[in-house]
């Protein structure tokens, strides 16, 4: 070597050095070596369908997550993104029970990585299928007057899927139903739910149907008198003072085409014959087809009986009216029996309203000549009593009377 090459290394070599230093510094310095923490960083969970395949199932959720370290230079440490960051759990091969399954890494080269925890803890159970009754359950109420009729829904049962002990836990497979405000029929259909004992949805279970059709009447309640149906015969002597229904109206249910035509509602015949004594009768009602009653009440018919009585009342012959006298003629009354017997039959409480100034019997002399006559007299009552009376009865039936010419 001469001694200008000897002389050119020595600044190379310092320039060396001083690269070397500056390299150093500026990778302690300026992008030094740090750690970056990741959470909640998702595992992945791989060969599920193998697992099924062998009839396991994995208990439980399969959300999985890790805190992961980065160390490395800033500049690389930094610029990664949690989704270059792999996290698997491989279920291949693990049985029945609690198993411990290792986590497999994938970052960037030049990074170390540290996962924490390094396992998962799964439980695998046997996938179970079994039959569960399918129920509607419904909420709230139709609008006023209205109320939920008939429920009729299919399928009735369906089968379930899932873990054995979620399988097992299930009591129903329920669909919810909210009638508030309801007026018409339904006719729809609801998804189904897998619910406990205690009515919570129990997660990680396949309903294999999941819908149910559900057809439900909405009836309206309406409110119609009661009407008895008598065929009734009394004894000898005795007349039906009053007829009592209990209840006296009642709450139908149906629909409301049905209802809208109905204005009372009738009893079974109520068939008694010579009847003597007060009697209380239960009976049903004859209902249309397809209405109900919102409530079951007995029926009952009250018959009460009055015997009938005879009150004999005496009018004097100068109470008797003369209609229709020709006015030159007058009544000569000689003849004429001094009272006249009216015979009243009627029950006691009708008898003892009566008072002989509401009993009038009138002649009829209409186109009468001087003679003598046998007339028949009219016997009058007020309205409001003839109409209770039972038989009313004038002795003698008929008078004699003279017609005179005046002087």
Do not use: C
Request: aromatic share 4%.
């Amino acid at each position: 070597m001469n001694k200008t090459g000897i002389r050119n290394l020595a600044p190379k070599i310092i320039s060396i050095l001083f690269a070397l230093v500056l390299w150093v510094y500026v990778m302690s310095v300026i992008n030094p070596r740090v750690s970056r923490d990741l959470v909640n960083v998702p595992v992945k969970l791989v060969n599920l369908e193998e697992l099924k395949a062998q009839g396991l199932v994995l208990v439980g959720s399969e959300d999985f997550r890790v805190r992961v370290r980065l160390t490395g230079r800033r500049d690389e440490v930094f610029k990664i993104s949690p989704e270059q960051i792999q996290i698997k759990a491989d279920l291949r091969g693990y049985k029945l029970g609690v198993n411990n399954v290792p986590l497999e890494i994938s970052a960037p080269n030049n990074i170390g990585i540290d996962v924490s925890p390094r396992f998962i803890r799964v439980e695998l159970e046997e996938i179970t299928k079994k039959q569960r009754d399918v129920k509607v359950l419904i909420t709230g109420s139709p609008k006023k007057n209205y109320v939920v009729g008939n429920l009729d829904y299919k399928p009735t049962a369906i089968w379930i899927e899932g873990p054995e002990s979620y399988v097992n836990s299930v009591e129903n497979v329920v669909a919810k139903l909210d009638v508030t405000g309801e007026t018409k029929n339904l006719l729809l259909s609801l998804p189904l739910k897998p619910v406990n004992s205690r009515g919570e949805e129990v997660p990680g279970v396949e309903v294999k149907t999941a819908y149910v059709d559900v057809s439900l009447s909405i009836d309206l309640l309406k409110s119609v008198p009661i009407k008895p149906d008598l065929q009734v015969t009394t004894g000898d002597g005795h007349v039906i003072s009053n007829v009592e229904i209990n209840p006296k109206e009642v709450i139908l249910k149906g629909q409301e085409e049905i209802l809208k035509g109905i204005t009372e509602i009738t009893t079974d015949i109520v068939q008694v014959e010579n009847l003597t004594t007060d009697q209380v009768i239960e009976t049903k009602l004859k209902l249309p087809q397809g209405v109900t009653l919102q409530e079951e009440v007995p029926i009952t018919v009250s018959i009460s009986l009055q015997k009938v009585e005879e009150e004999t009342y005496k009018i004097p012959k100068d109470k008797i009216i003369f209609n229709n006298l020709n006015e030159k003629l007058k009544v000569d009354k000689n003849n004429i029996p001094e009272s006249v017997d009216v015979k009243v039959v009627a029950l006691r409480s009708v008898l003892d309203s009566i008072k002989e100034s509401d009993i009038s019997i009138e002649v009829d002399l209409k186109e009468l000549t001087a003679n003598e006559y046998t007339i028949e007299p009219v016997v009058q009552l007020p309205f409001t009593i003839e109409k209770d009376v039972k038989e009313l009865q004038l002795n003698p039936e008929t008078i004699n009377i003279k017609l005179v010419e005046k002087k």
